[in-house]
């Protein structure tokens, strides 16, 4: 690590995150999950909420794909995602879901500032109607194949790579 100018797991909890952190909504693949905590490693952000029946360390599949970053990255668990995003914009975080809806703005037209949520839902469901209903908004992914839909962690990874990227700017 030292050799790849990496951050020590110390240095990585001290260090300054960006103010985003994931809700992960309903997530049925520990191997998705543990995936969304090497992205959250990778983009420096604060931290993961395991909602519902989403899979948490110690998961052998969430162990096995995050290769560590269970030790770096924050998270907790929670019951249920309203409430939390109750929680969240009170303490100042705008929540978006990710997902594909009505009147959704397009990942590259957002306008990423300030503390945010975002929601990543279930692989087959998506965000639940009610999550999406309580969100400040909801970001899409422009796709152009034949697919509608991605991996939820392969869909973390681009939103995530795209506002750190802006937020870092």
């Not at 994931?22 to 693949?29: A, G, Y």
């Not at 905590?37 to 029946?53: E, H, M, Q, S």
Request: charged share 20%; hydrophobic share 40%; aromatic share 6%.
């Amino acid at each position: 690590m030292e050799l790849l100018g990496r951050m020590t797991p110390e240095e990585f909890r001290e260090s300054n995150k960006i103010p985003v952190v994931l809700i992960l909504e309903n997530i049925r693949s520990g191997l998705n999950v543990g995936s969304l905590f090497r992205t959250a490693d990778a983009f420096l952000l604060k931290g993961i909420f395991c909602v519902g029946y989403t899979p948490t360390p110690p998961h052998r599949e969430v162990l096995k794909s995050a290769l560590g970053a269970t030790e770096t990255v924050e998270w907790e668990h929670r019951d249920e995602t309203l409430p939390l995003i109750q929680e969240l914009k009170a303490a100042g975080f705008k929540c978006f879901s990710v997902e594909q809806a009505t009147n959704s703005i397009e990942l590259r037209s957002c306008n990423y500032s300030g503390p945010m949520a975002l929601i990543l839902g279930n692989e087959v469901d998506g965000v639940d109607q009610a999550t999406i209903a309580a969100s400040d908004g909801v970001i899409e992914i422009a796709q152009h194949g034949t697919k509608h839909s991605l991996n939820v962690a392969v869909a973390g990874g681009i939103v995530l790579y795209e506002i750190f990227g802006k937020l870092r700017s």
